[in-house]
Every structure is written in C-alpha cells, then in structure tokens.
C-alpha cells in the first residue's frame, strides 16, 4: 500500500489540473489512498476535492488552524502506507509516480526517505530573465536538468516530489510546526528541516530522476513582489538551519547577525539600483533576490539570538 498526501490552501485555481493528473496514475501493485487536507480555506478547494471522490481512493480532512505542517501532521495518523509520497496541490503527476516509489520501496531497502525531480510547467513563454538570474531551486522548488539518480543530500528532497517509509512517523517523527508555509512571512523548507533531523538520525537518502512531476508554476510568482518575499523566505529558512549546525563563536556578530551579511545585503541593493539604472533585467534580478535573501537571514539570525529557537517536535529522527 502507498499513501499520496497533500494539504491545501485556497488551491482551487490549480487543483482541478492537479487531482485530474491523478486520475491518470497507473495503480501500483499493493493499492493505494489519497489523504488530503483542507487547511482552512476559504475558497472551494474542499469542493473540488469532493468531487474528485469517485474518481480516485481519496479521503478528506480538514485542519482549521493555518499552516502546512499543522495539516501534514494531521494526516500522518490516517496514512495506511508502507511509504507516503507527499506532494503539493499545484503539481502534474506523471502516470508512472507511484510505481515508480513502488519500485524504490523494494529495491532501496537501506534508505529511508526518497525524492524526485521536479521540473517547471511555466505559465506562458518561459521568463528568460529569471531562468538565467533567480535560483530556481529555492524560487521554484526544481531541480537541475543534471540532477541524476543515486544517493543523495537531503538538502535535494523537496516537498512537492518526496516519499518517506511510513515506520518513521510510527517511532515519533513529524514535521515542525514551527515552520512552514503559513499565512504572512514565514520560514520555507519545512521538509527539508525534517530531512536534516532525519539524516542525523542515520537514515538515508535516494533521489531517482525518473519519477518526475510538474509544478505549476503561476504569473503572479513571476512578479518582483513575488521573486522579493520568497527570496526572504529562502533567507530566513538558511538562516534558521544553519543557526543549529554552525559555530559562530568566532564569527564576528552585529546586532544578532553575522557582519559579513550587511555587507552582503548592502551589495545586493547596489546591484538592484545599478540594474534598475541601466535597464539591465538580469541585474535588477539579482540584486532583488541578493538584497531579500539578506534581509530574510539578518531578520531571522537577530530574532533567533534574541529568544530560544523552537525546539523540533520529540523523537524527530524516528530512528
């Protein structure tokens, strides 16, 4: 048996397409169930889901308090599974996804936790100022064309292609509630901060190139605005990992934060004004995204040197 969970908020403008991809999934040989959660919407995305339920093995939940890991965690308990592929609500599934975690799930008896690639499904002509600039791992959870099959950091596991043997949430382990997607600025990377805790409990990590999904990506997060609040996002969630691994007895700090990043931070408005200045795109791009990031990484460094970090749910390793 293999579970597919996913939560949503106010996903109905790519749920249809999303849940349609679904329907064409080729069934693995053990069964399989949809666990989704309604994460407090407002729009009519539990509709949507509903009338999906004689199409696909789908179970509905909904979880009123706001925040992805509030919602993944909640259906943790539901999950028949011996593995549960998480996803996201704007992806398009290859038919082949669950057989292919299928496959890993005998084949790869020594590891733990399993990603796949995931690649861009633009929403027009492919904006070609932001593919050469912006990161597109961090901006749009996709991997690199030469990402290839083999063992791998759990850094590259991202939430919208990812599966992890069902006995880790058995022994204790969930997602950090104090992270995640939520309403206003929040930390990203809310598995990938799972997948570090996981590592350090030993497990390992296989990421197959062949299971692939689509994200789509919409306008709207091809706008500056957009590119300025992820690119925060992407700040403070470094900030926030790299805040428990790393010694900063010898690093000189400034009001919280390391001194190197308000040079860094400066640097990046500077670039931002010389591109705006010249018409430069790509420039602008990136001082945009170098001066946010920054912003995001002072931002959480000072507030964590400021109070106790939340500390990660018990027995977080599930080992």
Request: proline share 6%; net charge positive; hydrophobic share 40%.
């Amino acid at each position: 048996m293999i579970t597919l969970a996913f939560s949503t908020f106010n996903g109905s403008r790519t749920l249809p397409s999303m849940l349609e991809s679904l329907t064409t999934l080729t069934p693995p040989q053990g069964g399989w169930e949809i666990i989704a959660v309604d994460n407090a919407s407002t729009d009519n995305s539990s509709a949507i889901i509903n009338s999906y339920k004689k199409k696909l093995p789908l179970k509905l939940l909904h979880q009123p308090k706001q925040g992805k890991n509030f919602a993944l965690n909640l259906a943790l308990p539901y999950c028949l599974g011996e593995i549960i592929v998480f996803t996201d609500d704007d992806i398009l599934a290859s038919p082949d996804l669950l057989l292919g975690y299928e496959r890993l799930l005998t084949n790869k008896l020594d590891y733990t936790v399993f990603g796949g690639k995931i690649i861009p499904h633009w929403p027009d002509d492919k904006p070609e100022a932001i593919v050469k600039t912006i990161p597109l791992g961090p901006a749009y959870s996709l991997h690199k064309e030469d990402m290839h099959s083999g063992p791998t950091d759990p850094g590259m596991v991202w939430g919208a292609n990812m599966a992890i043997r069902s006995d880790v949430f058995k022994k204790g382990a969930r997602f950090n509630e104090c992270i995640g997607p939520s309403i206003g600025s929040y930390i990203m990377g809310s598995e990938t901060e799972l997948n570090f805790r996981l590592a350090e409990a030993g497990h390992l990590f296989w990421f197959e190139d062949s299971i692939v999904v689509k994200h789509q990506i919409r306008p709207e997060q091809l706008s500056h605005k957009w590119l300025a609040g992820r690119a925060q996002r992407f700040g403070r969630a470094n900030a926030f990992n790299d805040h428990k691994r790393r010694d900063r007895s010898n690093m000189p700090i400034v009001f919280g934060a390391p001194r190197w990043q308000y040079r860094a931070l400066v640097e990046g408005w500077l670039i931002k004004i010389l591109g705006i200045l010249s018409g430069n795109e790509e420039t602008m791009l990136k001082g945009l995204w170098n001066s946010n990031f920054y912003r995001g990484a002072i931002y959480e460094n000072r507030k964590l040197s400021s109070q106790r970090v939340p500390p990660a749910e018990k027995n977080g390793g599930g080992r």
